[in-house]
Structure formats: structure tokens, C-alpha cells
């Protein structure tokens, strides 16, 4: 059995921020603590029930997605050990596998969005307005269609609790100035692009995906949080894929499918996940890590 972490108490560092998934701590000035839990959250909303081992697979991912991307834009990973950042080895135990230490950075308020397919509240937009985020298309497209080109549709960081809102790109310019959002966007559309392609002949679709970044004391734009996870993206089964139906994934979009079966208002509390949503969702993500690695998870 895989244990669960729901939340985290480190003695050791301070605690800076609690937020979706992740728990936050300092280290010494320079330095910060990221603690992937097993929290899992949905239209906003944490919800009460954990998935087990998702935090250390979150993590894992995301390790791979920067050591992937590292000559192509600067990140938040640090040299720094988690032995030294958590001397304390029963302490450490705790975190371990699910923690990285990274360097202390501005994270920018703006999440860049990536879609390389028509899904989820593109296609609804598209379906009202034959656009998605303002971003006009050709006509006839199918649910699940590939867009002849990847779209850069970003949205402003919402605080735990909120809504995050779709924004344009002249609304970037405004919050970071035009020299970073233009960095943004052509990095995020540059690292789906390549990700996208390095998936695909893995067996996963990458139809979405969103990027959050920061930059550092030299104003130098740099990857942070989480890059290319079941979290942040939508991962769909490419031998099974079939526009013009919603098609088999491996991330959280299955969770909000059964979310949506039920009669809640997507609200917080939210409701508790069976058993099987749990077990069906751990396997799901176990599955984009092995193929996105080619290690053998168990």
C-alpha cells in the first residue's frame, strides 16, 4: 500500500504557502522547499481524498520534463541536496521522493497556456463563438480535433480558492511588460511544440498544457512549479484517440469526468472520490510516468 500524504508539518523550514498541491517552504534566503502532497484538486477545489503516491509521481515528472528542457530555458532546480536542505534524516524521510529543492524566485502572475487540440472549455468557447480565447478558427472542427497550429491562450494566477480567468495576450503585456510576455509566449509554445512531439511516438496525445514562470535577480526568465504532469495537462491514450469523442487519458481530466456526474456545484467542500476513482486515477498516472520515462514505475 502506497502511503498518502495529505499535508505536511516539516519542523525543520518555515512555511511560506500551503497551496493546490503544494507545500512550500523556506530554506535559509535563497532557497525554497517545494513538497508535492497527494492532495488532488478539480475546478479549483481540493478535494478531501488523496491519491496515493501522486505527489512523488508529480515530482518525478516533472524532474524529467526539466532535465529534458534545460538547455532551452533556465529552472527553478537548485544544486542544493535535500540533505542539506533537511539535515534531519526522519524528518527528510518524510518528503523524500516527493521534494525538490529549488531556487528562490519572482513568480510572474500570468499561467501560459498552451492548446494543441479543441477540448474542455476551448470547445465550448469555439462551439459559442467559433474562437477560443479570441483566437478565431477554421469552421467544422470536431471535439478532440487537432488545431492547425498550436494557440498560446493565457490566464492570470488565481489565489487557492479562486478562479483563474482567461486573459489575451495584450492583457500579459500590461501585468509583466511586453519584453516578458513575449518571452512567455514563444517559450511555452517552443517547449509544448518539442514535448508534444517527444510524447506522441510514447503513445500520449499532449493536447494542453500550462506553464508557470519566474525570473530571477537578473530579470532572467525561468521555468518553475511543475512542467508537463497529468496535473497540468491534458494526456489522452493515442492509440485510442478519435476526434469527435472525448478520448481516454492519463490525468485528472478522468477525475473531473466523474465530478461532473454528480450533482455538485463545484464549491468547496467537495465531495470524497470511491475507491475505485482513486485506484483507476493512481494507475493512470503511473502509466504517463512509464511512458514518458521508460522506467519501470513499480
Not at 540533505?83 to 521522493?97: C, F, K, N, T, Y
Not at 518539442?194 to 506553464?211: Q, V
Not at 530579470?219 to 508537463?228: F, P, Y
Request: with cysteine; hydrophobic share 40%.
Amino acid at each position: 500500500m502506497v502511503p498518502v500524504l495529505y499535508d505536511t508539518d516539516l519542523k525543520s523550514l518555515p512555511l511560506l504557502h500551503r497551496g493546490k498541491v503544494r507545500d512550500i517552504y523556506a530554506v535559509g534566503d535563497e532557497h525554497m522547499l517545494i513538497v508535492t502532497t497527494d492532495r488532488l484538486s478539480a475546478f479549483d477545489v481540493i478535494l478531501p481524498t488523496a491519491i496515493p503516491g501522486k505527489g512523488a509521481i508529480l515530482t518525478q515528472v516533472s524532474s524529467f520534463w526539466f532535465h529534458f528542457f534545460k538547455d532551452a530555458i533556465a529552472n527553478q532546480v537548485s544544486e542544493m541536496t535535500l540533505e542539506q536542505a533537511i539535515p534531519d534524516a526522519a524528518e527528510r524521510a518524510l518528503v523524500e521522493g516527493r521534494a525538490m529543492v529549488v531556487k528562490k524566485l519572482k513568480a510572474l502572475p500570468v499561467e501560459a497556456i498552451v492548446r494543441g487540440y479543441i477540448i474542455g472549455s476551448g470547445w465550448k468557447d469555439y462551439q459559442a463563438s467559433g474562437a477560443i480565447c479570441g483566437i478565431k478558427l477554421p469552421e467544422g472542427l470536431q471535439l478532440a480535433d487537432k488545431l492547425p497550429q498550436a494557440i498560446y491562450t493565457p490566464s492570470s494566477k488565481a489565489a487557492v480558492g479562486e478562479h483563474d480567468e482567461n486573459i489575451d495576450y495584450d492583457a500579459t503585456v500590461k501585468i509583466i511588460g511586453e519584453e516578458l510576455a513575449a518571452q512567455i509566449r514563444d517559450v511555452s509554445l517552443k517547449l509544448y511544440t518539442e514535448a508534444a512531439a517527444y510524447a506522441l511516438p510514447r503513445g500520449i496525445i499532449i493536447a494542453d498544457t500550462k506553464f508557470e514562470f519566474g525570473v530571477d535577480a537578473d530579470n532572467r526568465l525561468t521555468l518553475i512549479d511543475e512542467a508537463l504532469t497529468p496535473d497540468s495537462s491534458r494526456f489522452w491514450l493515442a492509440e485510442a484517440y478519435q476526434p469527435g469523442s472525448s478520448p481516454q487519458s492519463f490525468d485528472k481530466q478522468y477525475v473531473r469526468d466523474y465530478l461532473e456526474s454528480l450533482d455538485w456545484d463545484k464549491t468547496s467542500p467537495g465531495p470524497e472520490l470511491p475507491d475505485d476513482v482513486v485506484k483507476n486515477t493512481t494507475e493512470k498516472y503511473n502509466e504517463a510516468l512509464a511512458r514518458l520515462t521508460r522506467k519501470n514505475d513499480r
